[in-house]
């Protein structure tokens, strides 16, 4: 019964750790589906569709710019690693 309580317990400091990266998630989901939320609700209100569709790619697009600038952080290359790597023996 222990071991239960041990293993929720530990799951739940593994959720508590990783709470901002669920918000990112949240965050990162939100914008890349902007562009069909903006097509549904220009639909909903009537307009016809050169109006829904050139919306729709323009919040998109501008959805897709602030993911990248959000999470530029999280884009490594192989190439800015392995330069990372030899400068920092070089330094040694």
């Known amino acids: 019964m222990s071991f239960i309580f041990s293993w929720i317990k530990k799951q739940l400091e593994y959720l508590k750790d990783s709470f901002p990266d669920i918000i990112r998630g949240f965050i990162f989901f939100f914008l890349?589906?902007?562009?069909v939320l903006c097509a549904f609700i220009l639909r909903y209100a009537g307009f016809n569709g050169?109006?829904?569709?050139?919306?729709?790619?323009?919040?998109?697009?501008?959805?897709?710019?602030?993911?990248?600038?959000?999470?530029?952080?999280?884009?490594?290359?192989?190439?800015?690693?392995?330069?990372s790597r030899t400068d920092k023996l070089k330094k040694s």
């Open 32 to 35: 890349a589906i902007s562009g």
């Open 50 to 83: 050169i109006i829904i569709a050139t919306a729709s790619v323009s919040v998109e697009f501008i959805g897709m710019m602030i993911c990248y600038f959000f999470f530029k952080n999280f884009i490594k290359t192989g190439k800015d690693t392995e330069f």
